[in-house]
């Protein structure tokens, strides 16, 4: 299964940016947000569609509706320019990750 | 601290072998089932494969079903992803990752990462 996400979201400092994830299977499985900045590992930001892991930034949030899940960055700042990553898991061990999504920080 | 540390990185022949090792440290490493995860230069993040706590599942990715194979030995808390018949296209940064637990599916926890490439 696929799960499909815009290419570039562009958002000025301060705005808020939004991320969506499209997927058949999302009303059935929880999502998962990364974050991934240049030569570096990626980070989980959001589990559970909702959740926060500890040390995450309050400005990051998620939210579900149907096939779609999004993630949410209010109040963006220059630090959060990254590439995005959504993914998904079914009880059987097979995983998906979204196609990506740069946010640039103009 | 807890960290996983990836090495067995390198460059090999097309249709050559190579193993990966994930060392970890800092967790109960037979708690977590774990997983490899790939990226191609300048292309996304692709799931390979996941292994049980106990070794006695896995599961993998069609791009690398019946090449790759996973396992672990609990005891020296590290992982390992045999790599055989490899290919251009298995050129990337190669991660493990930590799967979350308590039916939760997201990777918290990752290596570095370690770069294989394949020449033709």
């Known amino acids: 299964y696929e799960l499909t996400q815009p290419p570039s979201v562009s958002v000025s400092p301060g705005q808020t940016a939004k991320i969506t994830c499209s997927g058949d299977?999302?009303?059935?499985?929880?999502a998962y947000w990364y974050q991934q900045k240049p030569g570096q590992a990626p980070v989980l930001v959001i589990y559970?569609?909702?959740k926060r892991p500890s040390g995450i930034p309050e400005r990051f949030s998620g939210s579900t509706s149907g096939t779609i899940v999004t993630l949410t960055i209010s109040g963006v700042q220059a630090e959060d320019e990254a590439d995005y990553y959504c993914q998904s898991a079914d009880s059987g061990g097979t995983y998906v990750f979204g196609t990506g999504t740069r946010v640039s920080v103009l | 601290q807890v960290q996983l540390v990836e090495s067995g990185g390198g460059l090999v022949k097309s249709e050559g072998s190579l193993r990966l090792s994930c060392a970890a440290s800092g967790f109960i490493f037979s708690d977590f089932y774990m997983s490899w995860i790939r990226q191609a230069p300048g292309k996304g993040l692709e799931w390979l494969s996941y292994?049980?706590?106990?070794?006695?599942?896995?599961n993998y990715a069609d791009s690398v079903k019946g090449r790759f194979t996973i396992s672990r030995d609990n005891a020296k808390k590290s992982l390992y992803l045999q790599m055989d018949s490899l290919r251009a296209e298995d050129t990337a940064v190669y991660y493990c990752?930590?799967?979350?637990?308590?039916?939760?599916?997201?990777?918290?926890?990752w290596g570095q990462g370690t770069l294989v490439t394949v020449s033709s």
């Open positions: 559970r569609d909702t």
């Open positions: 292994i049980n706590t106990r070794g006695t599942n896995t």
């Open positions: 299977t999302l009303p059935k499985q929880y």
């Open positions: 990752a930590r799967v979350q637990g308590a039916d939760d599916y997201g990777f918290d926890l």
